[in-house]
């Protein structure tokens, strides 16, 4: 499985001759989804979920689909019917030749005064990869790579560390780090790595790795 970073949260899965995108947001490239076989929402944050972006690439490949919550679901589903599966903690399903079991039901407290949105994490091809949104959801099953989110309005690097103990993946992927300036990034890389007990890794946006 080849592994390619994109800007903030999204990520591009590809294997096999399938390509499965997660989470091509806001912040992430025009063209993050396009070309993609799946795409998989999170939820329905702007910096996760774009309709421009996700239109692009519906346009752009007639046999695409998404898979995501109803709060995304109800928003892109009527521009293409049948394309758009709403699922939810507990589901499973193939998409683009990877398998995928859904976890978690509600994004991280921001503030105790702002409403949690739903938010839901997948966990690929048995435990090969695990993106969980705006969560620090555990998915109760062992996983080797974990997309970290690094740095959030709703966390703080302890917490994150603590999540990479209670995972305890192989390996950690940064991502949600768009708000992470340069001068912090290896103060995140050295407590990170030498704190949370896994492998903890970064890729440029637009760099890939194998898996």
Same mark, same amino acid.
């Given at each position: ?19 499965? /995108? #997660?989470? !091509? ?11 993609? @076989?799946?795409?998989? *929402?999170? =939820? ?64 991280? /407290? #921001?503030? !105790? ?11 690929? @091809?048995?435990?090969? *990869?695990? =993106? ?80």
């Amino acid at each position: 499985m080849k592994l390619t970073k994109k800007s903030h949260a999204c990520v591009r899965l590809e294997k096999d001759g399938g390509t499965l /995108v #997660i989470d !091509p947001g806001g912040f992430s490239e025009p063209d993050a989804a396009v070309g993609a @076989d799946a795409i998989l *929402v999170t =939820h329905e944050h702007p910096d996760h979920f774009d309709e421009g972006r996700l239109r692009a690439a519906m346009e752009h490949s007639p046999g695409a689909r998404i898979w995501t919550l109803a709060s995304v679901a109800g928003r892109i589903a009527a521009a293409f019917p049948g394309r758009v599966h709403t699922v939810g903690h507990g589901d499973t399903f193939t998409a683009a030749g990877f398998d995928v079991e859904v976890h978690g039901e509600l994004h991280a /407290v #921001i503030h !105790p005064d702002i409403p949690r949105v739903t938010n839901v994490g997948y966990l690929v @091809d048995g435990g090969k *990869v695990f =993106h969980p949104g705006d969560a620090l959801t555990v998915p109760g099953r062992p996983v080797e790579t974990l997309m970290l989110p690094v740095m959030a309005p709703w966390n703080k690097i302890a917490e994150v560390i603590d999540y990479v103990r209670e995972v305890r993946p192989r390996r950690a992927y940064d991502v949600h780090d768009a708000l992470l300036t340069d001068l912090a990034r290896p103060i995140y890389d050295r407590q990170i790595g030498a704190l949370a007990g896994a492998e903890h890794l970064r890729l440029a946006p637009g760099a890939s790795a194998d898996l």
